[in-house]
């Protein structure tokens, strides 16, 4: 069974982003291992859909991202066959179940919806391996949230924000502008929340670590929502959001968070 996500007395979560990438190509399973052999309690894997339909782990259709470098064009022309021919470690959504099923023990695994219409598979494939309770579905679509409300009510979700789909919070030369750009966010997030939670049913809210602030998270918590911060890199910033009461980090580097490493 997964841990309640709700922080209460205990530490925040320490969830592998992506695995833990500083280590291991991303959104592998070799990726997700370390991040649980590294004191990581679940792990964060992004999930996008081929032509085909089949789910894979991957940010986008970008081929260089997906095939980490591999080759450069679009992915969703390619057949799975291709893409593992170019990328052997590229993972299924099966086989990250499988992995999941054998590897988590009490930590979350989080799948953070990159494609839309793909809903019933992805459903499906979660009942089959039999991890509705010890999943999280994440994503900035509100409206994919109440479809898989309607579809799963038994496996619970969470609204993310803000979108990041060019990782631009990743550039340092963007960096001054952040914080300006995250105060209009902060304040658009503190009106609309609420609608959003009322909307999609969600048990947390996935929001990087520049929008959390005390006030919101006490708000979540009088919802009974978790608050989990993206992607806490820094030592400082991971200090802030624990302070802020939040339930769980995702980072790109679990050892500095976790209790115990090997």
């Known amino acids: 069974m997964i841990e309640p996500l709700l922080r209460g007395e205990r530490p925040p979560l320490v969830i592998g982003h992506r695995g833990l990438p500083v280590l291991a190509p991303d959104n592998t399973l070799r990726s997700f291992e370390l991040a649980l052999a590294y004191g990581a309690a679940g792990f964060e894997v992004d999930v996008v859909a081929l032509a085909d339909g089949t789910l894979v782990a991957g940010h986008s259709l970008d081929l260089a991202e997906l095939c980490h470098d591999a080759a450069r064009g679009d992915a969703g022309v390619r057949t799975l066959g291709e893409?593992?021919?170019?990328?052997?470690e590229l993972a299924t959504l099966e086989q990250v179940l499988e992995f999941a099923g054998e590897r988590l023990t009490s930590g979350p695994l989080l799948i953070d919806l990159k494609s839309r219409?793909?809903?019933h598979a992805l459903v499906e494939a979660v009942r089959r391996h039999e991890l509705q309770d010890r999943m999280?579905?994440?994503?900035?679509?509100r409206s994919q949230l109440v479809c898989l409300r309607a579809l799963a009510p038994e496996i619970a979700r969470s609204v993310s924000y803000p979108?990041?789909?060019?990782?631009?919070?990743?550039?340092?030369?963007?960096?001054?502008?952040?914080?300006?750009?995250?105060?209009?966010?902060?304040?658009?997030?503190?009106?609309?929340?609420?609608?959003?939670?009322e909307?999609?049913?969600?048990?947390?809210?996935?929001?990087?670590?520049?929008?959390i602030g005390v006030d919101l998270v006490?708000?979540?918590?009088?919802?009974?929502?978790?608050?989990i911060a993206w992607t806490v890199d820094d030592a400082d910033v991971g200090r802030r959001v624990i302070e802020a009461g939040i339930d769980a980090i995702i980072t790109n580097d679990p050892r500095p968070f976790?209790?115990?490493?090997p």
């Open 258 to 261: 976790s209790a115990t490493n």
């Open 163 to 197: 979108a990041d789909r060019r990782r631009l919070s990743e550039r340092r030369v963007l960096a001054p502008l952040i914080p300006l750009a995250l105060w209009d966010m902060r304040l658009l997030l503190r009106h609309r929340i609420g609608t959003w939670l």
């Open 218 to 227: 006490q708000g979540c918590h009088e919802r009974g929502v978790a608050v």
């Open 117 to 119: 219409g793909h809903e």
């Open 83 to 88: 893409l593992q021919r170019l990328d052997p």
């Open 199 to 211: 909307q999609t049913g969600a048990a947390a809210v996935t929001l990087h670590h520049g929008v």
């Open 136 to 141: 999280l579905l994440c994503s900035l679509e």
